[in-house]
């Protein structure tokens, strides 16, 4: 049943791409900022 | 609950030429692009500056005059009463009585656009303010010695009466089995008015409506969009959204407008297939623990519309956490008070996008009801046999005001945010960098916004 619904699935998380993507992005930007604060 | 939630949806899906996702994604854009003309058009706080000048030629002092704010207060009186009257003498068919569609549609959802275009309308309509303060003159006039002063408001209090009202409402209109039942909306707003009256009295009626009263409190914040403001007796314009950037936050502020944006989402999600799939798994749930199919079943939504509100707050409490990470001292209590205000428009547009078909079209009910409150068959005012115009608005519309609402807003909650964070930040590099993650929350609440909508148009 859960794969007959993949399409609806992917449909329902294809909205939310941008804040995901944004949000790794923040992440990421973050941990390295810290990494290179600490390092020096 | 069956006839007056889950309104989102009755316009079928629109005949888009893209798919609804990508407006999604142009909406993000949109945000991105927004967030970098603030960062370079927009040096330093604009809409914390305190401007406002009166209308001119007196138009002020007459239109909030002692004589207009009493009459507009009876009115408001009188409406309370029509609704209590009709909830226990009319008909208990929530669409054929008067209470139901004006309380839930005309009065909850047709009351916050006309705050944001007219100003803090309740306020001068507000029964209770108006009972409050006519019963508080009297009785300074006839109790010997004057009354005694009321309490000092407790500060920790601060907007979690308003939070639990608010909450207490939304519960009635979405969990609450027969919620739309007249004699059940006479009730509650019978057991309303009497902690309200009771609040009133300790606290003093404008404290009580500035911090406490839900609906003062709800209707105020989304006033403060608007450019009207009244002040000492005179209203005036000030510059849109500035008075927000003038509301003080407090304890329980940020949870309010978790309650007021969950619970938009909670109604879009109910016809949602990642709600529909797991409600009956709850209620059964609940069943196998004694419990009776009724109960239960109010029991999984209540679960359900407590779990919306707790997302909402926590996304929001992560986009704080990460802005307190860039650094500038800020406690993340402090960040989460000082930036709840950004969340106003968006509590706004999902209002408005959400119920937009279900205002313009079942709020057209109560041009018929007007005539015959009770559903008895009466026609006082000769409108009883109109009837709802479905066409008033196409579905490919719709999509499209709903769509502008939610990004209009969105970046509304984004220019409000900016400003705050130049106001606080010494720094302004450090500034635009806290509101990378503001952009995240507002980029992820136009995401839900978006996804909901296409839900309710499924």
């Given amino acids: 049943m859960y794969y007959a619904h993949a399409g609806h699935w992917l449909t329902g998380i294809a909205y939310f791409v941008p804040v995901i993507a944004f949000l790794v992005w923040l992440g990421v930007t973050q941990i390295k900022d810290r990494r290179g604060g600490s390092g020096s | ?185 006479a009730i509650a707003t019978l057991v309303y008015s009497a902690a309200t009256f009771v609040a009133m009295a300790l606290y003093g009626v404008e404290a009580w409506c500035e911090r406490g009263e839900a609906y003062s409190v709800y209707f105020n914040l989304f006033s403060r969009i608007s450019p009207w403001e009244t002040r000492d007796g005179e209203l005036g314009l000030r510059p849109p959204l500035s008075g927000l950037a003038h509301f003080k936050a407090g304890a329980g502020t940020a949870p309010l407008l978790a309650v007021m944006i969950g619970s938009v989402s909670f109604d879009g999600a109910g016809e949602a297939p990642i709600w529909t799939g797991i409600a009956p798994d709850i209620s059964r749930f609940f069943q196998d623990r004694g419990l009776s199919p009724e109960p239960a079943f109010e029991l999984t939504f209540l679960v359900g519309l407590s779990a919306a509100i707790g997302i909402v707050y926590g996304f929001y409490r992560l986009g704080i956490l990460g802005a ?91 220019t409000l945010a900016h400003d705050r964070a130049l106001a606080m930040y010494t720094d302004a590099k450090q500034a635009i960098r806290s509101q990378y993650w503001m952009l995240a929350v507002m980029v992820g609440f136009t995401s839900l916004a978006l996804w909901l909508l296409s839900q309710a148009n499924t």
């Fill in chain 2, 1 to 185: 609950l069956i006839l007056f939630a889950h309104a989102g949806g009755l316009l079928g899906r629109a005949d888009l030429p893209i798919p609804e996702w990508l407006f999604g994604w142009a909406a993000a854009m949109v945000l991105f692009v927004s967030f970098v003309a603030l960062a370079v058009l927009w040096p330093e706080p604009r809409l914390e500056r305190n401007r406002w000048r009166p209308l001119p030629g007196g138009v002020g002092r007459v239109i909030a005059s002692r004589p207009v704010e009493i009459i507009c207060g009876l009115l408001g009186v009188a409406l309370l009463g029509v609704v209590v009257y009709t909830g226990f003498r009319g008909t208990q068919s929530p669409a054929a009585n008067f209470a139901p569609t004006f309380v839930f549609v005309n009065w909850w959802v047709g009351l916050v656009p006309l705050s944001v275009l007219f100003g803090d309308v309740f306020r001068a309509f507000n029964p209770w303010r108006a009972i409050g303060r006519g019963l508080g003159w009297t009785a300074a006039r006839v109790v010997r010695g004057g009354l005694p002063a009321p309490l000092r408001y407790p500060e920790r209090l601060g907007h979690w009466p308003a939070a639990a009202g608010v909450f207490a409402f939304v519960a009635l209109e979405l969990v609450k089995s027969e919620g739309d039942k007249p004699e059940t909306i």
């Fill in chain 2, 324 to 414: 307190r990470g860039v650094g500038g001292g800020f406690s993340a209590e402090r960040l989460a008070r000082a930036f709840a205000h950004s969340l106003v428009p968006i509590a706004l547009v999902y209002v408005m996008a959400h119920y937009l078909t279900y205002l313009l079209i079942r709020g057209q009910a109560i041009l018929f009801l007007s005539s015959d409150p009770l559903g008895h068959g009466s026609d006082l005012f000769g409108t009883a046999t109109k009837q709802i115009d479905y066409g008033v608005i196409g579905s490919e519309a719709t999509w499209y005001w709903q769509v502008g609402f939610v990004i209009a807003g969105h970046v509304a909650g984004l």
